[in-house]
């Protein structure tokens, strides 16, 4: 896969994507989807006044990946949480997690919309600021819900390198790869 971002000038940034390379990113773009879940009103009731004074949940989601995309905000991630940093955290995740689920859907959201223009085909695709920060956003989210899944270990990213190409995993590696390369080089893009 070589589809990587270049500059367009006025902070925004050009990517060429082959059609294989398109329908993977939108594939992951759309699980991603999948896992962060419908937002407020997403069973279908559509009201906005009830969505606007929504409150999240006050425990941390049991799926690791979930929890890694909306950790706590209190303690020590790597130790065991005391009773104040649970209580501090739950209070936090109440009033935030709605808020930054509903961006990290439109991150996505936007990602798979500009995928759809390319017609199922491959083509370009020209971002403009804001748009750059919705991809960095989505893409962020990808790398580390890809992450927790291939239970990824900075102390060992070598290993991802070393794994045999017929292990079950070998084809998230070359995903997860692929999405740190575009990642570099979008935000390459960006200070150019």
């Given amino acids: 896969?070589?589809?990587?971002?270049?500059?367009?000038?006025?902070g925004g940034a050009v990517l060429a994507l082959d059609e294989l390379e398109a329908s993977i990113l939108r594939s992951l773009e759309v699980?991603?989807?999948e896992l962060?879940?419908?937002?407020?009103?997403?069973?279908?009731?559509?009201?906005p006044l009830a969505a606007l004074f929504a409150e999240g949940p006050t425990?941390?989601?049991?799926?690791?990946?979930?929890?890694?995309?909306?950790?706590?905000?209190y303690g020590d991630p790597d130790g065991p949480a005391d009773a104040a940093s649970r209580e501090a955290s739950g209070e936090f995740r109440r009033y935030t997690e709605l808020d930054l689920?509903?961006?990290?859907?439109?991150?996505?959201?936007h990602v798979v919309r500009a995928l759809d223009g390319l017609?199922?085909?491959?083509?370009?695709?020209?971002?403009?600021?804001?748009?750059?920060?919705?991809?960095l956003g989505a893409l962020n989210d990808l790398r580390l819900t890809l992450g927790v899944r291939l239970e990824v270990d900075e102390d060992d990213d070598q290993g991802l390198y070393d794994l045999p190409d017929t292990d079950d995993r070998k084809?998230?590696?070359?995903?997860?790869?692929?999405?740190?390369?575009?990642?570099?080089s979008l935000l390459e893009a960006l200070t150019d």
């Fill in 36 to 47: 962060i879940g419908p937002g407020p009103g997403g069973d279908g009731s559509g009201d």
């Fill in 101 to 109: 689920r509903a961006r990290k859907r439109e991150d996505a959201l």
């Fill in 1 to 10: 896969m070589a589809g990587l971002f270049e500059s367009a000038g006025s």
């Fill in 31 to 33: 699980q991603m989807l």
């Fill in 59 to 73: 425990e941390a989601p049991e799926d690791p990946a979930l929890a890694r995309l909306f950790p706590d905000a």
């Fill in 171 to 184: 084809p998230l590696v070359m995903a997860y790869l692929w999405l740190g390369a575009l990642q570099e």
């Fill in 119 to 135: 017609g199922g085909e491959g083509g370009q695709v020209d971002l403009d600021p804001a748009a750059c920060r919705c991809w």
